[in-house]
């Protein structure tokens, strides 16, 4: 099954080939391409002998981006449209390369579980507990349909995306022992948190958490909220197995090919100029359906369609940056993921944590996010980025937010000062025994915070993930981060109710029968959410230790 081509490619878009040099992509990646049932090419073919294109490709969908997002919108496109024609445009050699890649995320199924900064304290004491809510509805949303798609072949090996994980938050000092007693009544009656325990014992402390107990002075009171229903995820692995189930079943993956240009068609539809980044060649590519799921890039995109929708819109990209060991003494030592309280200033899930990772079958300990700042957009992006963002109508967003957000700044600033030594020692905050050189540097993803106009502050900053399209629901992309991945399904299904409101009735048998609390609310049915839990807990392995 060799070629100097992605074979779907070839079938579906007019027989242009993808031209290639060198090497292959699992050569040089170490991705196994043929996860996406896919092959290649291992001998060169220069740049010159490359076709040129100047026949016009059609697709019924085009997803830009091989990330989690538009895997998911794809998978979920063609278990509804088995005979659309789908093809997705990635400008790296491979499958989720960026933002869903296992070192460039945290890698939680972020559910509410421990994430503190989801349930704030109100002026009165009492608790917040609406938006953790929402994001563990949301994140059974997810599990849904990962049951069900492993249930119907869609995905295969469970264990190589999923694993179970306790998630905890971790406390010490009486003021926040307090908070998180609180917390803890305020989530019990719930049923989607009824399971969480409180810890506050220190024997019970050392015996959950062994490389956090060491060498602890307990003198100082700490606490736990513990979670055994958490779970650690990698969503590059998880990208794989959907995209590879849609290649497998006609669509098209593209890969080394970025869209330069697109514009709208006097039909409605929308043509996208896409140059192979190696051979050099362009082409055109219709699509009646334009995804932009293409991480930092997103908005770039946008801006180019030139959809009013977009006009406003801003974005401010922050970087991440891990503690990372495999040291088997010390990722047997600690089995969960851990959530500190945030910093001040912090953005969302900036709080640091300590984490049990699983990455190809490995045990690894991440601790972070310490802070980092780029210009670029992506981490394989240009320096150019920010600067070639910023435009006449949201210039007024992006000063509002300069003029507010010194708390933020100053957060940045002093997380660049750090020292190598700096961050063992915040570390050792959650694990008093850490060793310096048993830990390295991870360098992560970025990630572009949204700004959007507002009319009192001129433009504000939004941490939250944003679905930005044009009214008549023919182009449409995802700018933001949290909480990103973990709640790909829910998102999906609101960008195919507001692109496909024609169809979307007709869809809902079949959507039912993938996320079968579709239109509940879990959180006010308990016995649904029971069966829910137990129906997904099983076909994802998650009770198997």
């Known amino acids: 099954m060799a070629s100097a081509e992605l074979v779907n490619a070839a079938d579906s878009l007019g027989r242009a080939k993808w031209c290639r040099s060198g090497q292959s992509v699992a050569d040089r990646t170490g991705v196994d391409t043929h996860t996406l049932g896919i092959t290649w090419d291992r001998h060169s073919q220069r740049k010159d002998q490359c076709p040129v294109s100047e026949l016009t490709r059609t697709a019924d969908v085009v997803l830009v981006g091989a990330g989690i997002m538009s895997a998911t919108l794809a998978a979920l496109l063609k278990r509804l449209e088995p005979d659309w024609s789908i093809t997705v445009v990635e400008r790296l050699d491979t499958v989720a390369a960026e933002s869903s890649s296992p070192w460039n995320n945290a890698g939680t199924g972020h559910a509410a579980l421990c994430e503190l900064n989801y349930t704030p304290e109100n002026f009165d004491g009492s608790i917040n507990v609406s938006k953790a809510v929402r994001i563990a509805e949301q994140f059974q949303v997810t599990r849904q349909f990962w049951a069900y798609a492993v249930e119907n072949a869609i995905l295969g090996d469970v264990r190589s995306f999923l694993n179970p994980v306790p998630h905890v938050s971790f406390v010490h000092g009486a003021d926040r022992v307090d908070y998180l007693r609180r917390r803890h009544a305020a989530l019990a009656s719930n049923p989607l948190f009824s399971a969480i325990e409180l810890i506050d014992d220190p024997d019970e402390f050392v015996r959950r958490l062994p490389f956090m107990g060491a060498k602890r002075d307990f003198s100082e009171p700490v606490a736990l909220n513990w979670a055994s229903g958490g779970t650690d995820v990698d969503f590059g692995a998880l990208s794989r197995q959907l995209i590879g189930f849609c290649v497998r079943n006609g669509a098209t993956a593209l890969f080394g090919h970025e869209v330069r240009q697109l514009s709208r068609q006097s039909d409605g539809s929308w043509t996208l100029t896409v140059t192979n980044r190696r051979a050099g060649q362009k082409h055109k590519l219709n699509a009646k359906f334009v995804f932009i799921g293409a991480g930092g890039d997103a908005l770039p995109l946008l801006q180019k369609s030139g959809i009013r929708e977009i006009k406003g819109f801003a974005g401010f990209p922050i970087g991440g940056r891990f503690l990372r060991t495999d040291n088997p003494v010390l990722t047997a030592a600690h089995r969960a993921k851990v959530y500190g309280v945030p910093s001040p200033g912090a953005p969302p899930l900036g709080a640091l944590h300590l984490d049990l990772r699983f990455v190809n079958g490995k045990s690894w300990l991440v601790f972070g996010p310490y802070a980092g700042w780029s210009p670029k957009f992506l981490k394989q992006g240009h320096f150019s980025d920010l600067p070639r963002s910023i435009k006449p109508n949201n210039v007024l967003s992006m000063l509002g937010v300069g003029f507010t957000q010194m708390t933020l700044l100053n957060y940045l600033v002093s997380q660049l000062r750090l020292s190598a030594p700096d961050r063992v020692d915040a ?111 099983k076909a994802l392995q998650l009770d198997i230790p």
């Not at 679905?467 to 999906?492: C, E, K, N, W, Y």
């Not at 507001?498 to 039912?512: E, G, I, M, V």
């Open 427 to 537: 570390l050792r905050e959650f694990a008093p025994s850490a060793v310096d050189s048993d830990w390295n540097l991870l360098v992560a993803g970025q990630r572009v915070q949204v700004i959007r106009r507002d009319k009192r502050k001129g433009g504000v900053l939004d941490f939250g993930t944003t679905i930005v399209g044009d009214a008549d629901g023919s182009i449409v992309g995802l700018l933001g981060g949290s909480p990103g991945a973990s709640t790909a399904v829910p998102i999906m299904l609101e960008v195919l109710e507001r692109c496909f409101a024609h169809r979307y009735q007709s869809w809902l048998p079949t959507l039912k029968e993938m996320v079968p609390s579709l239109g509940a609310r879990l959180s006010a049915e308990p016995a649904l959410y029971n069966e829910v839990w137990s129906w997904t807990t």
